[in-house]
């Protein structure tokens, strides 16, 4: 059973940065795709970021392109979101979530995904 749990979520001024984590147990991440969502109040849940399972590739919405990066780092198990220049429309629950099944090119359908953390709450302030 592949668990995730994301932490460094929090309050942060608009233009200040982030670093999100996603952090796996029960399994190794670099079996798996992982993507990063997120969710605001009366959204839909969209794909920021995702990373193939050998780190290779990476893609990012249009919204994180130049702002956001993501990393994994195998030997801690964990994947990162780092974040910056962050605005207020960048307020949400974010998401990372792991695919079993492994596309050439990860990409940002919830439907791709099959283990999901709990979310981690980001909040940007003007």
């Keep these: ?5 994301e932490s460094g979520g929090g309050l942060v001024q608009s233009g ?6 996603c952090a796996a147990s029960g399994d190794s991440l670099d079996v798996y795709n992982i993507g ?5 109040p009366g959204k839909e849940r ?5 990373i193939n399972s050998r780190g290779g590739t990476t893609n990012y919405a249009d919204s994180a392109t130049g702002r956001f990066t993501i990393s994994r780092d195998n030997g801690e198990n964990t994947v ?8 207020p429309e960048d ?9 079993t099944r492994l ?10 995904y099959d ?7 980001v909040t940007v302030s003007t």
């Design 1 to 5: 059973q592949l668990k995730l749990v």
């Design 46 to 50: 969209e794909g920021v970021s995702c």
């Design 36 to 40: 990063w969502f997120r969710q605001a």
């Design 103 to 112: 596309f050439r090119t990860c990409g940002f359908s919830t439907n791709e």
């Design 115 to 121: 283990y999901w953390g709990q979310g981690t709450q």
């Design 16 to 21: 200040g940065s982030l670093r999100i984590s």
């Design 91 to 99: 307020t949400a629950v974010y998401y990372c979530a792991a695919a």
């Design 80 to 87: 990162y979101l780092q974040m910056n220049s962050l605005k």
